[in-house]
């Protein structure tokens, strides 16, 4: 799978998709493919607050736990309702329905520090490989 132009990206493997005051998250196709059969995700809570490079939750696959990193400073306005009952969403579609949770950013369209484009998060992929 092709990582899509349109989103930033956390050297821990997470995606986010800013849509004014908006960011979506999740982990990347490279991420999810590296854990396995994804089989429980803890999001943060509606409502608290998230700081960029921080844990703020975990995604449990039948290999591994590994802490997810939220992209962005925020509080978290929506969680993936679907990721509960289906978490293999994750594996699945990675940067469609397997979205896991929404942030609204205290300035909206704000500056990204640290997040890589596309092009930058391919080449940290191939060096891993």
Not at 90 to 95: A, G, I, K, L, S
Request: charged letters at 20%.
């Amino acid at each position: 799978m092709t990582v899509p132009d349109k989103l930033h990206y956390t050297r821990e493997h997470e995606w986010v998709a800013i849509d004014g005051a908006t960011a979506s998250v999740g982990i990347t196709d490279h991420a999810q493919s590296a854990l396995g059969d994804v089989v429980y995700v803890s999001a943060p809570a509606a409502g608290s607050k998230v700081t960029a490079g921080e844990p703020c939750g975990e995604v449990e696959s039948t290999k591994s736990v590994s802490d997810i990193y939220s992209p962005v400073d925020g509080e978290v306005a929506e969680v993936n309702p679907e990721i509960e009952d289906n978490p293999g969403l994750v594996n699945t579609d990675p940067y469609g329905a397997g979205w896991l949770f929404k942030v609204t950013l205290p300035q909206p369209d704000g500056n990204l520090p640290g997040l890589l484009s596309a092009a930058e998060y391919e080449e940290l992929i191939s060096d891993e490989a």
